[in-house]
Nanobody, 115 residues
Framework: QVQVVESGGGLVQAGGSLRLSCAVS????????MGWYRQAPGKQRELVAA???????NYADSVKGRFTISRNNANNTGYLQMNSLKPEDTAVYYC?????????WGQGTQVTVSS
C-alpha cells in the first residue's frame, strides 16, 4: 500500500511564501513523475508543477517564476516552494506520485492567500 501525505499549507497574506512537502511511503518501486495539482472551489483540478525523475520540470503559466518544484529521489519526497503568493493561488493542493501505470494521490493541503 502506498501513502502520499502533503503538509505545509496554511493561511498567508498576498506576497508571502509557503513551502509544501509531499512524503510518499509504502510499497512503491520507483516514482517517475511527481507533481503538484490544485483545485479551487467550483473549479477543476489543474496541474501546477511536475518534475520527472531526471529533473525535467513543467509549470503552469500562472505560477512560472513564482513556484519551484523539487524532489528527493532517495527518500521519495517532493516539495513546492511558493513565493509571491496571490489570492488566486487559494486552493487545495494535491501531490501526485506516478509509478509506471499507477498514480497515487494525497488528501491535499489547504492554501489560503488573503488580500
Amino acid at each position: 500500500q502506498v501513502q502520499v501525505v502533503e503538509s505545509g499549507g496554511g493561511l498567508v497574506q498576498a506576497g508571502g511564501s509557503l513551502r509544501l512537502s509531499c512524503a510518499v511511503s509504502g510499497s512503491i518501486f520507483r516514482i517517475n513523475h511527481m507533481g503538484w495539482y490544485r483545485q479551487a472551489p467550483g473549479k477543476q483540478r489543474e496541474l501546477v508543477a511536475a518534475m520527472s525523475r531526471s529533473g525535467n520540470t513543467n509549470y503552469a503559466d500562472s505560477v512560472k517564476g513564482r513556484f519551484t518544484i523539487s524532489r528527493n529521489n532517495a527518500n521519495n519526497t517532493g516539495y513546492l516552494q511558493m513565493n509571491s503568493l496571490k489570492p488566486e493561488d487559494t486552493a487545495v493542493y494535491y501531490c501526485n506520485a506516478n509509478s509506471y501505470a499507477m498514480n497515487y494521490w494525497g488528501q491535499g493541503t489547504q492554501v489560503t492567500v488573503s488580500s
